[in-house]
């Protein structure tokens, strides 16, 4: 048990998933954060029962009207209590309070569930002081949330690639009913309980690479005034693909990285390997104006634009571009303002730097500073 009171900080940046034809595969962290912070004491026996974990949740920022503060719904803390039990604990090793501050929208395709998840894998980390590497945090994190290119891009920063691995008969520790993540429909209330779990036998979930984006692209993202259920937005997809469609994105797929990190930077070639045809396509009737804005919206039309997609499964827009910010994101608004939908917009800077810790008031330091994945310039 921890004997010392501890004051510590968790900040976790917002992703941008699914970007161009990387679907599942390939995501940005984006400098949009949620933060935790956390005071933990000794804990109180006496106050506590033998098999209860206590915390006291307080709550600000996007969604303070909608995420639950019990612990046994909240899904940093289920995420959290999931993680200690595997490691056999039966309560919090000290009684904790944590104050969440979110800037992340919820869902609006940037990221919020991916971030609260690995947030509650490193709150467990550091008030159990599991001492769990990031591959670790990573893996128990996909383990949670089915999304690998969110998971990583909040973890490491940058821009990051993900192979998801699965090992036999692995099932999400939160599904509802028609199994669907609970993580994916936060803030709703997971609708099973966890329970507790032996520890899987070791296995590594992923392969994570982690690329430096050219300091020239910057993220226009388009945040509509409506929401897009991940479960519905799934259920939009088909259960399979032509050889052509894969083919098609696969290729894109494979090269985008490189194109959106060498200089100098070729917009016609950006723009042309963020098409897809695994998720856009079918969830245009889920966005009014998304079809004419991605087919509008051009190089040659709108200069500065490097390509264009929905963030993650929407309804947000992202745009890569290197100027005329503003003439662009008009644009986009345009094909929203049609279908009488407001939207609020910014320009930001992919954040090279992810999920971070400060320790009794010292200054932040990235958790993969000496253990994060291998890095591609």
């Not at 709550?59 to 009207?65: I, P, R, S, T, W």
């Not at 827009?317 to 005329?324: M, R, S, V």
Request: charged residues 20%; hydrophobic residues 35%.
């Amino acid at each position: 048990m921890l004997n010392q009171t501890k004051r510590i900080v968790l900040r976790v940046p917002g992703s941008s998933a699914n970007i161009g034809p990387g679907f599942d595969i390939i995501g940005i962290a984006l400098p949009k954060y949620l933060e935790l912070r956390i005071t933990a004491q000794p804990l109180d026996t006496t106050a506590v029962a033998p098999n209860s974990f206590d915390c006291e949740i307080t709550y600000e920022g996007h969604g303070a009207d909608k995420v639950s503060k019990y612990v046994s719904e909240n899904l940093i803390t289920r995420t959290a209590v999931y993680v200690m039990k595997e490691h056999g604990f039966t309560k919090f090793p000290e009684k904790t309070s944590i104050h969440i501050v979110n800037n992340i929208p919820l869902g609006r395709g940037l990221g919020s569930s991916g971030a609260a998840v690995v947030a509650g894998v490193m709150f467990a980390n550091e008030v159990g002081d599991l001492k769990l590497t990031v591959e670790q945090i990573r893996d128990y994190s996909l383990r949670i949330e089915g999304h690998p290119d969110n998971i990583a891009a909040s973890l490491y920063g940058g821009l990051v690639v993900t192979v998801q691995k699965r090992p036999p008969h692995q099932r999400h520790v939160h599904a509802d009913e028609d199994g669907i993540p609970s993580s994916e429909v936060l803030p709703e209330a997971p609708r099973v309980d966890t329970g507790f779990e032996s520890p899987e036998e070791q296995y590594i979930m992923g392969i994570s690479r982690r690329f430096t984006l050219s300091k020239e692209l910057k993220a226009i993202v388009i945040i509509p005034s409506f929401e897009v259920s991940t479960a519905v937005a799934r259920a939009a997809l088909p259960k399979a693909y032509s050889e052509s469609d894969a083919t098609f994105n696969s290729s894109r797929a494979s090269l985008l990285p490189t194109l959106l990190t060498e200089l100098p930077l070729v917009p016609e070639d950006i723009y042309d390997c963020m098409q897809d045809r695994f998720h856009q396509p079918y969830r245009t009737s889920l966005i009014p104006g998304l079809t004419e804005i991605l087919s509008s919206m051009t190089p040659k039309t709108h200069p500065g634009l490097c390509g264009i997609c929905l963030s993650g499964a929407g309804p947000t827009i992202l745009a890569f571009a290197t100027k005329n910010f503003e003439n662009i994101a008009k644009g986009i608004l345009n094909g929203f303002s049609k279908n009488s939908i407001q939207c609020e917009w910014e320009v930001l800077e992919p954040t090279c730097t992810g999920a971070a810790v400060s320790r009794n008031s010292g200054s932040f330091e990235s958790f993969i500073r000496t253990t994060g994945p291998k890095e591609k310039a």
